[in-house]
């Protein structure tokens, strides 16, 4: 896990006093961070940007994040990526620490970070591009076709992905136009997709967050510590360079609100296989309660075995992945009502034998697939943390 | 001002133990409201919605607000119209409260407003189709043509405004599904706009916001109270029904960030004519210092005679309003890194004698204008508030 706050305010400061700064080259990130970090005890969370793992993954999801994928420009390889990696290492360290970017025209909208977070991917085609195609992780490659998909090219695929998250919505755009324009000479935009949950102070603390179909999201998650990180963290048996790091899957699900509305509050439940209202499976009462699959009434099972839950919960100790979905409510096309769904993340030390399992499952048949249509899918691979010093990635090029 | 949310819960719980919420009918509002404000007070914070003028306009602004135009259905004439009003008032009233709205399918999502608000708007063209032309208050017309515009029929004109904002962005999503849903058979969507100010917690309150382009923003507003409120409510002498409405005026103006960015922090402060870390005008050393324009060095005025708060500062006392910005930044077309700028909101008793003057100085001739594009433009009569019992914009009707 990142040090926490405090220690790295400690650490900063300490490498101030005895002249250690200098390392940090030009950028001054050590000081700039203990600046930040002083203000931030009054006004500003931050996130520890240094760590053995990015941070973004197992950070509680913050109420904003722009997901966008890149496209290294034609013609660039191993030179334009790392220069890139090292303006995002240098700028994600600064902007998370609530200071303004190198150059970075609107300082005063770097103030407040409110847990800003930064997390770099790269796409199977990254690899090939950078020349190192025989150091990508097995599992990163584009996912099979599954009979639901409904993929349009516009929300599929790319060599880069960019995280950004924070509470607060102001502090996100900000920081992705800084880390966007700073790099247009070496990569395009290929998407971006902007989802959120409920803002900071709204919800109890920990609360499971709810979707737009009404939906507790995310109830079966590893919990913090040494679960979710078991669950997460590639351990480099197949990679060395990747130790550290994990796997992401960004799946694009519209609802089909229209029609999930005509359901009545039984069908939902039963589409499910939990209660709407409390989250609880429908063989218990608590949200948290584990799902009997057993349990029949009449000789009929309780939880209908197509239901989204029956299809969806771990078989094996190995099918297990964290969730991190956002909501998405765009504006919609001209004579409907409703442009939303659901921007469905997941991390897993491997997609082979962790996600697709249920993914396959979900696909084949799942009750709620009626009223949910992907329309997007992307994979990429997440090095590891970075120390202060090395730059986002750099073991994929030593 | 609308009540206090404890005088509205004392008002609700002496209906309910006199037994005259009877008169409230079906809907059940009033009890609905205490068990919200119950609630609330633990949770959730609600502004109400019943009161001599609609909530939302002198509102501290939520982090999330969203902007929706829309026309009536072809053929669809007053008795439509009622019925969408009649709709939107009784949903408003219970989910501001934190109820859910009659047949409402995720009532889950309705249970935190975090200040959700409801504001409803009639455009020009609107008392025609009512067949009551010879009731709209006169200077809600359709802008004159100024030169700086560039204006896009998708975000132009409209019979219908809705306004809603809340501090938690689900929560917005939501309450919008549900007023444009239960009306989709009377009216169709025109144009969405969605914006965005620092959430909550983020920043000191009060503080006024920053634009995407760094400045901040609002900073000449009429302060709370009397001041405010002198500003922004008709008082009847026009037009009798509208006697506590206001009038709306809403610019969707563009920012040329790219451009923007090239500009050293000196051109932009004399662009501007305040200095973009503290706000201050370029003659004083705080946000709120009078700006002096007589003031020169050289013989050259400090504040250039074209930059921006020279030619939109208020020259007689009439010229002022209520400006209620959000920011929106949206996915950028191919090939470009940003999408962004402000919904530019402002809202006044009269239109032609407040706001007029103003904006046709800006026309004229502002420095800003180097940097920013009017693409749409609308304007909308806010009826007065509504009372328990009466529905929007009754009065118009009566």
């Known amino acids: 896990m990142p040090d926490s706050p405090s220690a790295r305010l400690s650490l900063s400061r300490r490498r101030l006093l005895t002249g250690s700064a200098a390392v940090l080259g030009a950028a001054g990130i050590g000081a700039a961070a203990a600046t930040a970090a002083t203000r931030s005890e009054a006004t500003a969370p ?34 334009e990526a790392v220069a890139l990696l090292k303006l995002w290492t240098t700028d994600g360290a600064r902007l998370t620490a609530g200071t303004s970017a190198l150059a970075d025209t609107e300082p005063e909208l770097a103030q407040a970070p409110a847990r800003l977070t930064m997390t770099v991917g790269f796409g199977p085609t990254f690899f090939d591009r950078v020349g190192q195609s025989g150091r990508r992780p097995p599992s990163v490659r584009q996912l099979p076709h599954f009979q639901i998909d409904r993929l349009e090219e516009r929300w599929t695929g790319g060599d880069l992905l960019l995280r950004v998250a924070s509470d607060d919505p102001v502090t996100a755009a900000h920081a992705v136009r800084v880390l966007l324009k700073n790099v247009r000479t070496l990569a395009t935009i290929r998407w971006t997709q902007r989802g959120f949950r409920n803002a900071v102070g709204t919800h109890a603390p920990g609360q499971t967050m709810r ?26 048996s197949g990679q060395q360079w990747f130790a550290g790091g994990t796997t992401m899957v960004v799946r694009r699900i519209a609802m089909l609100l229209d029609t999930w509305d005509e359901l009545d509050p039984d069908a939902r ?17 608590l949200e948290h309660d584990v799902p009997d699959f057993t349990r029949t009434r009449d000789g009929i099972p309780i939880i209908p075995a197509n239901s989204h839950i029956a299809r969806a919960h771990a078989r094996t100790p190995a099918e297990r992945f964290l969730r ?21 993340v997941t991390y897993q030390r491997d997609i082979d034998t962790q996600f697709l399992p249920v993914q396959r499952r979900l696909a084949q048949a799942d009750a709620l697939n009626t009223w949910t249509r992907p329309i997007g899918s992307a994979v990429f691979a997440i090095p590891p943390g970075v120390h202060d010093g090395q730059f986002l990635g750099q073991g994929l090029f030593e």
Do not use: E
């Open 46 to 79: 931050t996130v520890p940007f240094f760590g053995p793992h990015q941070a973004g993954i197992t950070t509680p999801p913050q109420a904003h994040a722009h997901y966008i994928a890149l496209d290294l420009r034609p013609g660039a390889g191993a030179d």
């Open 211 to 236: 979707n737009l179909m009404g939906n507790l999201d995310g109830t079966v998650n590893p919990t913090p510590g040494a679960d979710v990180d078991g669950v997460v963290w590639a351990d480099g």
């Open 269 to 285: 439940d039963l589409t499910m296989g939990r209660r709407q209202d409390s989250g609880a499976p429908l063989t218990g009462t």
């Open 324 to 344: 991190q979905a956002y909501n998405y409510d765009d504006p919609p096309p001209a004579g409907t009502t409703t442009n939303a769904g659901l921007i469905f």
